[in-house]
C-alpha cells in the first residue's frame, strides 16, 4: 500500500494497482459452447412462458 503525504501533513494512503492483462479472443470451441447454452437458455424461458400462458 502506498502512503502519500501532502504539504499539510495529512496522510492519503492508495491501494496497490492489479496487474493488467490484454483478453483473448473466444476459440472456435467457445463459440460453439455460447452457442449451445444461449439455445438452452431460450428454451428455458421460451417453455416458461408458454407454461404461463397456458395456466393462465
Sequence with gaps: MTTVTDEN??????????????AEAPSSQDKRNYVFW???????????IFTAIVVS
Excluded at 444461449?38 to 416458461?48: D, K, N, P, Q, R
Design 9 to 22: 501533513g495529512i496522510m492519503n494512503n492508495f491501494a496497490s494497482e492489479p496487474q493488467m492483462y490484454y
Design 38 to 48: 444461449g439455445a438452452i437458455a431460450m428454451a428455458l424461458v421460451t417453455s416458461s
